[in-house]
RNA sequence: UCCGAAGUAGCUCAGUGGUAGAGCAGGCGGCUGUUAACCGCCUGGUCGUAGGUUCGAACCCUACCUUCGGAGCCA
């Protein structure tokens, strides 16, 4: 009961005259009166099924293959042969088909052989991996996550697991999830009426992780070049389609570096990953393009072989200026010292540069506390990487490596040193100048798909008010 | 959380005050080396929920629920 697996048949591994055995799920099956039923089986290892011929003459014909319906489970072994029909070189010619798992009411199958909307296949999200179009992000979805580990692999770089449950309270990046294993009917108090931490699980609070950055950085200062890929949770009360409760991210961190070497790691990066997307999910990607988004190709490509630019954020500041003056009109004002928002940034990115920038340097009152003061006075030595059709994909800094300015942000930002007294510790024994950035790994399968809604790219996505499945 | 839109058959939708429709899916039959096939017939709905207006409500009003889009926050 060995199946050979259908992108092996198709991508002409076996010839023509070999006996194989499939086994998948029905897509259509469609009868012909010359005496057989095709069925299209789809196994999941390539976005194309398989077809595979049942004559009429089988001894299970009218018993089994009659009553497959879309979704059925088969098995089928045949020979392999040239196809007859249009629209497959290769198809199988059926010695026997085993009927293994029946849809006991196809009436009420939910997945048609048809267009669904997105919204409906979140509905049935446990079904909704039998589709072209979740198949086809689950494909691509690997294949990104491959190729982020072979790209730091290759460079020498760490996977360093970090935790997903946390201690820290302070890391500075948005609402968190509370991890207690407290009765939430009978909660244990303190003389003065707030919640006894001591009596929970862990002696104290704790929370899902935000980001592995900060425990990823104490690795970097023994390992020289780390990553993180991990799970990350954020409670805030967000309803985008850019946004999830529960996903990815990649945090990438190296000793000895600068901005300038961080920005050359997030091109590199960027190139590899889209690129191995490219050339190892073709069949994918073209479906993509001709159902989801007739750019993303051309989207791939150009960014896979463009140059990103640099851009220092007063400049960039500066050419919007200039682009108001001009009589180009902006919903958000523009002025130094303000965030890039989305429409500047995508200004910046499809009519300015028209193609990939950094942008590097920007006032440090709109930056995370570790980010490395610069010699200015004024800005902190951090970079977005704005792609066109996305804006922001990639943002990174400098970290702060000199423990008197760390503590001077600290003390700015109204944070508190001995929530941080481990990160400080890191630059008092042995510090070093060194950098990293953060990607969302869903954002990345966004932009390489051309799929709109985040919740699509995730196979079981929780957002407020969601966590079915 | 704020702003806007939408909830009608299993799915996708039409129906703007007078007793509920189509396509697809499903069932039956026909046809065909077919390509999410095609042709005919049949099955299938408390019109999101609860109130209200009206002789009469899928349609107008109110509240709530859910979903989607935008904003904020961010990755």
Known sequence: MSNTRITEILSGKHAVGSRITVGGWIRTRRDSKAGLSFLAVHDGSCFEPLQVIAPADLPNYNTDIAKITTGCAVQATGVLVASEGKGQAVEL?????????????????????KRHTMEYLREVGHLRVRTNIIGAATRVRHCLAMAVHRFFHERGFFWIHTPIITGSDAEGAGQMFKVSTLDFANIPKTPDGKVDYSKDFFGRESHLTVSGQLNVETYCMAMSNVYTFGPTFRAENSNTRRHLAE????????????????????????????????????????????????????????????????????????????????GKQFEFPV????????????????????????????????????????????????????????????????????????????????????????????????????????????????????IENIRDVIPFHRSAGQASF
């Open 93 to 113: 010619r059926a010695e026997s088909v085993t009927l293994v798992g029946l849809v006991e009411d196809p009436e009420t199958y939910p997945m048609q052989p």
């Open 335 to 450: 002025k130094w010292g303000i965030d890039l928002q989305a429409e500047h940034e995508r200004f910046l990115t499809e009519e300015v540069i028209k193609g990939p920038v950094a942008v590097m340097n920007y006032p440090k009152d709109i930056k995370a506390f570790y980010m490395r003061n610069n010699d200015d006075g004024k800005t902190v030595a951090a970079m977005d990487v704005l792609a066109p059709g996305i804006g922001e994909i990639i943002g990174g800094s400098q970290r702060e490596e000199r423990l008197e300015l760390l503590d001077a942000r600290i003390d700015a930002m109204g944070l508190k040193k001995e929530d941080y007294w481990w990160y400080r510790d890191l630059r008092r024994y042995g510090t070093v100048p060194h950098a990293g950035f953060g990607l969302g790994f869903e954002r990345a399968i966004l932009y390489a798909t051309g």
């Open 247 to 326: 996903f990815w991210m990649i945090e990438p961190e190296m000793a000895f570096a600068d901005l300038a070497a961080d920005a050359q790691l997030a091109e590199d990066f960027l190139k590899y990953i889209f690129n191995a997307v490219l050339t190892e999910r073709a069949d994918d990607v073209a479906f993509f393009e001709k159902f989801v988004d007739k750019t993303v190709t051309s989207r791939l490509q150009n960014l896979v072989s463009s140059k990103f630019a640099r851009m220092d954020y007063t400049d960039a500041i500066k050419t919007l200026e200039d682009a108001v003056r001009s």
